[in-house]
């Protein structure tokens, strides 16, 4: 899926990672250059192996609007 979302248009970075305290919860981190390369992605959905082992999901969507050096 990492490597998907990475080829995919518009992805500046896309990261599973497991949760430090939580063994049953993993992280999804995604970086899109615009809404419409992330809902482009989206669109694509998984695929039915993905889906298979997908549980739970809670999606939440960030507006950043501002980056700079710390």
Not at 8 to 24: H, K
Not at 51 to 67: C, G, L, N, P, Q
Request: aromatic share 8%; glycine share 8%; proline share 4%.
């Amino acid at each position: 899926m990492v490597e998907q979302a990475r080829a995919s248009s518009g992805c500046l970075d896309f990261a599973l990672s497991p949760d430090l305290i939580d063994a049953g919860r993993i992280n999804v981190y995604e970086r899109w250059e615009s809404g419409e390369t992330l809902d482009a992605f989206r669109t694509a959905g998984p695929n039915e192996d993905q889906t298979a082992m997908i549980r739970d999901a809670k999606v939440f969507r960030y507006h950043i609007s501002e980056v700079g050096p710390a």
